[in-house]
């Protein structure tokens, strides 16, 4: 379960204005829920991701998954955190461009010690589902925006990690990929008991979601579910 407890994030513009990103939010997330964080860019959706990811450091709250705070590690646990506990999508994706697909999308487990061989074997169908098989062993390089979230969102899967983290997932995709990702994502939380987080403005993604909570200028508001 995810505990987001009274967040706060304030940053301050070069003209001296402090913004509130993420101000007073406060959620759970069960295992097996998708929730999704619904509003405009510039709402803090980001913001309030890469807090849950412990990418950036709140000013204010904290954020427990299973009771343990992820608020407050160190650089280390933080690595460790985010490569067997988090599935993590951002809307830049972060391929080793020399890479194929299938290894990038494979480079958590074998960080993790599973034999190259078995994490390819692994991820293929994960590759399939996505509609990506065909490049899997393309370099990233030549991927398009959309194949190369499609492989973000794949790598993200890969240990089945108990928390996973969307920023706009559909956001470079057509609507048929589009739906295609979502029920992916709507499957594999339910099927592995994941606690599932998307950032959107799409309002199609926002459907897939068991709630829905609005976020303008950094509140959040409880929209549905």
Known sequence: MLDVCDLVKRFHTPGGETVRAVDGVSLTVRPGELVALYGPSGSGKTTLLKIVAAVIAPDRGHVLLDGRA???????????????????????????????????????????????????????????????????????????????????????????????????????????????????????????ATATVIATHDPQAARFADTVYTLRDGRLDTAGG
Do not use: C, W
């Open 70 to 192: 992820i608020t407050g590690l160190s650089e280390r646990d933080a690595a460790s955190y985010r490569l067997h506990r988090l599935g993590l999508v951002l809307q830049s994706a972060h391929m080793m461009a020399g890479l194929s697909a299938i290894e990038n999308a494979a480079m958590k487990l074998i960080a993790a010690g599973i034999a190259r061989d078995e994490a390819r074997r692994r991820m293929m169908p994960v590759l399939e589902r996505l509609g990506l098989d065909a490049r899997a062993d393309h370099r990233a390089s030549s991927l398009s925006m959309g194949e190369l979230q499609r492989l973000s969102l794949a790598k993200a899967l890969s240990n089945d990690p108990p928390l996973l983290l969307a920023d706009e997932p559909t956001g470079s995709l057509d609507t048929v990929r589009g739906r295609r990702v979502l029920r992916l994502l709507r499957e594999r939380t339910r099927e592995r």
